[in-house]
């Protein structure tokens, strides 16, 4: 039962209002129509209106991005690039805009490779939405229950045994459809990860503008936050490196 709340609860509250999904349509249709007169800045402000009414759109994140990537600033491109990828990871254009978009970044540090099998469950679990994985979670439990049933009214020991399996082997899947789901939610709700949007800064030994310069971080870095200091944050570079930046130059995802 309280699976089932739980997955009834993302899918319901993952839905905006229809009472606000025109207003905001209308701003959004608003938004693009000055994009594509170039009027960029314009656009932007636009975009950030009604991203500032937490409503959210892969749709409205990436154009957001484009926006951005227009005005050179890679550090906010990318990370609105990194936004709408949360929402559909393997989303094509995304994912080839979110890598040119990399291609301007400067001196941009290489990431520590993950053992293969902590890979290959990212991979499986950002390969689709969490919207997605709870759907199926959930759809694939309803039909296990009514496998279970009809294990029950089976008339023969085999017919018990072939149902039986069935239930076992749909019950799997829909636990691992819910982990998946889990897993990703941890990771967009622990908001650990963030993007530098500061063109140029120096990372500091410990949080104090007097503090040993370490090295230089460029716009469109992406961090991990390790934890805060006042107006600080230290973070973990992709190649290991640690350092502290201040939280104006870093957008948390």
Do not use: C
């Amino acid at each position: 039962m309280k699976t089932l709340i739980t997955i009834f609860s993302i899918i319901i509250f993952s839905l905006p209002a229809f009472s606000d999904t025109e207003n905001i349509e209308q701003q959004l249709k608003n938004a693009n129509q000055l994009y594509a007169q170039d009027q960029f800045e314009k656009a932007i402000k636009q975009y950030e209106q009604i991203i500032s009414e937490n409503y959210t759109s892969p749709t409205l994140f990436f154009n957001t991005a484009n926006a951005y990537y227009r005005l050179n600033e890679i550090g906010k491109a990318i990370y609105y690039y990194e936004k709408a990828k949360m929402l559909i990871p393997n989303n094509a254009d995304i994912n080839y805009n979110l890598e040119l978009a990399k291609l301007r970044v400067k001196n941009l540090p290489p990431e520590v490779p993950e053992i293969f099998p902590v890979r290959l469950f990212r991979q499986i679990t950002f390969w689709k939405s969490y919207t997605f994985w709870g759907i199926l979670s959930l759809g694939l439990f309803i039909l296990f229950l009514l496998t279970a049933y009809f294990y029950f009214t089976a008339k023969t020991s085999r017919v018990k045994k072939i149902r039986l399996l069935s239930a076992v082997f749909v019950l799997f899947f829909s636990i691992s459809a819910f982990v998946f789901m889990q897993y990703q939610l941890s990771i967009l709700n622990a908001h650990n990860q963030a993007i530098v949007i500061s063109k140029e800064d120096t990372a500091k030994s410990s949080p104090d503008t007097g503090a040993n310069d370490l090295f230089k971080v460029y716009q469109g870095y992406k961090v991990k936050v390790n934890s805060e200091n006042g107006e600080w944050y230290e973070i973990t570079l992709t190649d290991g490196r640690k350092a502290w930046l201040k939280k104006e130059d870093l957008k948390v995802l």
